[in-house]
């Protein structure tokens, strides 16, 4: 090594214990070799490498192991072998590319691995698998509607060559259901992970991983459709059964399901909780993945929420910014995950009384929205109502319900005239009525939604309590007998909450009208 090293053949690196050859040298040598034995040598090579690669991609304490290994797969033209170990190998490099957040780098070489292994057999189990990882990959980088049409197409195919019940065909169902969600097709990918969970049990058991990731899709559908507490119920089964206890590898996999069973609590109104709970997802996170990873920057994201509606104002808005700012450095500005910290952002702005700040933010917004998921998309809508919110503030009360009709009526065509999205809009347009003095008008939109609200989430769900609010008010302005009622039972339900210094409690004993903003979930 020496000698090798004083004639500047190679350049060896004790400390690292790697050696690298000049690419002259490199030349050099394949020259000197005859084809049989450069493929000989090239298959030693591919060998080795997938011998040496750990066969567990979303274990963090491997990554080291594979990013040693990742510069070796373009020079020794590991996209060339047909050997089904090197291929697992590649397809194993793709996954840890992607479980550390370097989506690009993953795009580029399943890409590449797809083009060369469709020469030979277009519909090959590997060639099929590589499409999962791709669809995967183009999921989380926000590309949705390519997704949508390459889960579809892959999924015909995987059924076809592997059959209705194999493990290939049960994940690419999975990630079909993950396209429906971010079409807004809420309750499509509802129905369809409802029954993919009990084929997984079924065939798999009710803790196989497979089975616990369809039943946390299952979980996030819950939360779309309005269905809170099945939500966290499930959230919280899968939690338990993926913790870090039970389960050491994944990080990634773990701090998901640490910060949906977090959101869960805080949209089954416990809020302090839901602090507690995400504050220890992000330490999580921060520790294992790192403070940029994408799922330590989702996890941030949902507890500045929490924060923000238990009160915590400074704390909630320091996150939203820096979460946002870091989103917006990994993906860009129009990437669905960068637009909801946007959101939030404004959504804190408001909450401070920071309105023309607020109000700048959301407009952009709704300008963005379109861009990524089209005009009619729930999210899309449900962001309009944030906008309108700020047009009453600021003094258009005409120009907010003229927003929040229209919002509404297409999230009612959308969702149903049930769903959340569109009760939150009913409440924010009851508020626009009564800002023009339609009071009458205001309190039987209030009585149907209030109904509506207590029905679906319970007489203590803070989008109930906040209804009730604005509805004792209007009660009282057209003189109804029971609008004192329904102001004691409200600050009864809210005096907890106030001595917590919760806004919409702050904001009832004041005497104000309660906002109800739009977050965009998870799909």
Request: glycine share 6%.
């Amino acid at each position: 090594m020496k000698e090798l090293s004083r004639y500047a053949l190679i350049r060896s690196d004790p400390e690292s214990r790697t050696i690298q050859v000049h690419r002259l040298i490199q030349a050099l040598l394949r020259n000197d070799l005859d084809e049989k034995r450069q493929g000989e040598l090239r298959r030693e090579v591919h060998q080795l490498l997938a011998g040496s690669a750990p066969k567990t991609p979303d274990d963090n304490s491997k990554w080291r192991d594979f990013a040693d290994l990742v510069p070796h797969v373009g020079p020794s033209e590991v996209v060339g072998s047909a050997d089904p170990e090197v291929r697992e190998f590649a397809l194993n490099v793709v996954r840890y590319l992607y479980a550390s957040a370097n989506y690009k780098s993953a795009l580029e070489l399943i890409e590449v691995f797809i083009d060369e292994w469709s020469k030979t057999e277009e519909n090959h189990p590997h060639v099929l698998r590589a499409r999962r990882h791709q669809a995967n990959i183009l999921r989380r980088m926000g590309e949705y509607d390519k997704v949508y049409e390459l889960d579809r197409d892959t999924l015909e195919k995987v059924r076809t060559e592997f059959g209705p019940e194999h493990q290939e065909t049960l994940i690419a169902t999975n990630g079909l259901g993950g396209s429906l969600r971010a079409r807004g097709e809420f309750r499509a990918a509802l129905e369809l992970d409802e029954e993919l969970v009990r084929t997984h049990e079924r065939l798999l058991g009710e803790d196989n991983v497979l089975t616990l990731r369809a039943k946390n899709s299952l979980a996030l559908d819950y939360a779309l459709n309005s269905k809170y507490r099945q939500a966290r119920r499930l959230h919280t089964e899968v939690y338990l059964a993926q913790s870090e206890a039970t389960n050491p590898t994944g990080f990634e996999i773990v701090l998901l399901s640490w910060n949906s069973m977090a959101r869960s609590v805080r949209l089954t109104s416990d809020l302090e909780e839901a602090c507690d709970t995400g504050e220890a997802a992000l330490a999580f996170g921060v520790q294992k993945l790192s403070k940029d990873h994408w799922a330590t920057l989702i996890t941030a994201k949902d507890l500045s929420i929490a924060q923000r509606r238990a009160g915590a104002l400074d704390e909630a808005l320091d996150n939203a910014h820096d979460t946002h700012t870091r989103l917006t450095r990994l993906f860009g500005t129009t990437h669905p995950d960068t637009v909801a910290a946007a959101v939030n952002v404004s959504n804190v702005l408001r909450v401070r009384g920071e309105l023309a700040d607020a109000f700048e933010l959301a407009a952009e917004m709704t300008r963005t929205y379109p861009l990524v998921f089209g005009n009619d998309h729930p999210f899309t809508l449900a962001c309009q109502s944030n906008l309108a919110i700020l047009h009453r503030l600021l003094g258009n009360p005409e120009l907010a319900r003229t927003v929040n009709e229209g919002s509404r009526r297409g999230l009612i065509n959308r969702l149903g005239p049930a769903h959340h999205y569109v009760l939150s809009c009913s409440v924010n347009l009851q508020s626009d009525l009564a800002a023009l003095g339609e009071f009458e008008q205001a309190r039987q939109l209030g009585e149907q939604t209030y109904v509506q609200l207590a029905d679906k989430f319970g007489h203590d769900h803070f989008l109930t309590i906040s209804c009730a609010a604005n509805l004792a008010l209007d009660r009282a302005a057209v003189g109804a007998p029971d609008a004192e009622e329904l102001r004691l039972d409200t600050a009864e339900r809210y005096r907890e909450r106030l001595d917590l210094g919760q806004p919409d409690a702050v904001t009832a004993a004041s005497g104000t009208r309660i906002d109800c903003d739009f977050d965009p979930l998870p799909i």
